[in-house]
């Protein structure tokens, strides 16, 4: 069940803990629901057919950047071939995103770390030359300064777009654009422009102001699992045992 409304950061919160310890639903499990149809999405709208085409997906350290993994294994799934490109070191990585990178690289899935300004230009032609470029970096949570490398790759991939042939790469974001205010829709310095945004659960109260259009492109809303009493607002939690 997704949510037509427009709900605030601190909304989302508190539908994801409840879910959480309320209903006992893992947090894994919502962000595998969240990656998973995302990565139909962007089989579907964002590659040249569902089962080929390459992938480039920028991860942050939190759970945005799990989600990005997730999307990589299913692509990567689907015959898509996939790079990551991930903004942490792997030992700091949030504990569910840590699952989902262990998996990704177990499944051979090629993983880049990006630490420093360097490391993105030596990837900047990999980006250029995928079907899509995948925005996982920053969530809901993110508000303030985009700090390095984050800046520099939003920057890089916003630089490809500028520069591309037709619609290619093809830029989705995760949930919301990395640097745009999920409240007041107000961009970083650094903003993720992206052609698609595939955003989780509910819409974002950001979505409602004119301006995000000019970083979210179209927005499609997808189904993570939350129980429906949650995105009402009416919740009936079952008690605790």
């Known amino acids: 069940m997704t949510h037509p409304l427009a709900l605030s950061r601190e909304q989302i919160r508190t539908i994801d803990r409840l879910a959480i310890e309320r209903y006992r639903i893992p947090g894994i ?3 595998e629901n969240a990656g998973r149809n995302a990565a139909e999405l962007i089989r ?11 992938a480039a997906i920028l991860c942050g350290g939190g759970n945005n950047g799990g989600d990005g993994l997730v999307v990589a294994r299913h692509l990567a ?17 949030a504990p569910e995103a840590a699952t989902n990178h262990e998996i990704a690289s177990r499944m051979a899935i090629p993983i880049v770390n990006i630490l420093a300004s360097a490391d993105v230009a030596a990837v ?5 030359e995928a079907d899509t470029i995948v925005d996982a970096l920053l969530g809901t949570g993110f508000a303030g300064t985009v700090r390095s490398p984050a800046s520099d790759m939003i920057d890089t991939v916003n630089r490809i777009r500028d520069q591309r042939c037709g619609n290619r790469p093809f830029v989705v974001a995760i949930d919301i654009p990395s640097g745009l205010d999920a ?10 422009r992206a052609d698609l945004t595939i955003t989780m659960a509910a819409r ?8 995000s259009v000019a970083f979210t492109g179209d927005v499609q ?12 607002g009416n919740a009936q939690a079952p008690n605790a045992p």
């Open 44 to 54: 579907h709208h964002a590659l040249p057919t569902p089962n080929r085409g390459t």
């Open 221 to 232: 809303l997808v189904d993570i699992g939350v129980p429906r009493d949650l995105l009402l």
């Open 204 to 211: 974002k109260l950001a979505f409602d102001n004119p301006t």
């Open 29 to 31: 499990v919502l962000m």
């Open 124 to 128: 900047r032609k990999a980006w250029s």
């Open 77 to 93: 799934n689907a015959g898509i071939r996939v790079q990551v490109f991930l903004a942490a070191k792997p030992e700091r990585l």
């Open 183 to 192: 409240d007041t829709a107000e961009p970083a310095a650094a903003t993720i």
